[in-house]
């Protein structure tokens, strides 16, 4: 064989061994969209940064040789409209194999209804309106609904000797929700509901409403809110002279209302699912890495998206990896048994595709949260 032969066919083999290397990659993808820009564009970066640490995470670790996956962020604006543009985009997008998002239950059970139409898998890492699972067989969630945390609030205020209470809740789907389990239960087990105020997102002067709410002498405020008006509540409360104890929505966990609301935020009761000084090797890591990589510390919403992303990457090796469809993943999610993640441990109910959760109580003392046992 001639030098040029022989040039020619180690070229060819070359070209023919890279080829073969390049058949056995493939990059698959989870489609995530999440407001990042608008009213709540913090919870979408913080989406953002637990998902984006997830991934990273799963693909050094080898768990699917020849398989990479991507994250596709899209942003919702927190809108419902921009939500089903996203969802009919990610879609028409064959690579991606299963979606997550949106924040609000508004949003995600809007693009819901285009990924039940569509068959592609959907897992809000925040969407707790009871009817988002009930769009199709694809919906998923990684998060108690109100209706078994506002009813285990109610039962923790009741059984504190509050008896008459008033509820203060954000003019949402999700504040309805909040409102009406926490007022059930209340009035079913003997306690006394003296007001229901609804606030639009965004408010930030809460005088009038608890003006409002102080007429009616309750024992008790019940907040659903989130941080940024949470804090403003709490402190025009103690500006206002009023002493009702106070309970609110675990949507309230957040560094951030320390820091916002500071000592107003003192004995403010709370549920959650995640505990940022938890002694749980795995959430320790998480912990630690996320504040290594984006200069803070995660909060609930962050250790939210954070499980839900690897439940989807989990599902993805259950599927096949490589092979894997987006009915496969679909499956595989339903399975998901014993997940143990940083909120806790995880299961679907195969059926229903809700979450089995634990909620832990804990009350702000000295500008500190502290479980309660």
Not at 24 to 48: C, D, M, V, W
Not at 176 to 200: C, L, P, R
Not at 313 to 333: I, Q
Request: aromatic share 10%; charged share 20%; hydrophobic share 40%.
């Amino acid at each position: 064989m001639t030098k040029y032969y022989r040039t020619l066919f180690a070229t060819i083999c070359l070209a023919a061994f890279s080829c073969g290397a390049s058949a056995q990659n493939k990059t698959i993808a989870i489609g995530y969209h999440a407001p990042l820009s608008g009213e709540n564009a913090q919870y979408g970066a913080l989406f953002r940064n637990s998902a984006t640490l997830a991934v990273d995470e799963f693909n050094k670790s080898g768990r699917l040789p020849g398989v990479t996956v991507q994250l596709k962020f899209e942003d919702s604006k927190g809108e419902s409209k921009e939500g089903v543009n996203i969802a009919r985009k990610f879609s028409d997008d064959p690579s991606i194999l299963a979606a997550i998002g949106d924040f609000s239950s508004g949003v995600s059970m809007a693009a819901g209804q285009v990924y039940a139409q569509t068959k592609l898998p959907q897992l809000s890492q925040t969407a707790s309106h009871p009817d988002f699972v009930k769009i199709s067989e694809y919906q998923f969630r990684n998060i108690t609904t109100m209706s078994y945390e506002s009813p285990l609030i109610a039962k923790w205020a009741l059984a504190n000797g509050a008896k008459k209470i008033a509820v203060v809740a954000i003019q949402n789907d999700w504040g309805q929700s909040v409102v009406s389990n926490f007022v059930d239960y209340v009035k079913a087990n003997g306690g006394e509901i003296t007001d229901v105020e609804m606030f639009n997102p965004g408010t930030r002067d809460f005088r009038s409403i608890l003006t409002k709410v102080a007429r009616g002498k309750p024992d008790a405020i019940y907040l659903g809110s989130f941080y940024e008006d949470g804090s403003a509540f709490l402190q025009q409360k103690v500006q206002l002279g009023l002493k009702q104890q106070m309970y609110g929505t675990s949507s309230l966990y957040s560094q951030k209302l320390l820091e916002l609301a500071g000592p107003a935020a003192n004995n403010l009761n709370l549920s959650t699912t995640f505990m940022l000084d938890s002694p749980e090797p795995h959430v320790k890591a998480f912990v630690k890495d996320y504040e290594a990589r984006y200069g803070s510390k995660p909060d609930m919403f962050a250790a939210q998206a954070y499980d839900a992303t690897n439940i989807v990457l989990k599902a993805f090796v259950a599927a096949g990896g490589a092979n894997a469809t987006r009915a496969k993943v679909r499956d595989a999610m339903a399975a998901t048994k014993d997940f143990p993640g940083v909120t806790g441990v995880t299961s679907f109910d195969p059926k229903t595709r809700e979450p089995a959760k634990l909620l832990t109580k804990l009350e702000i003392q000295n500008g500190k949260f502290v479980l309660v046992k």
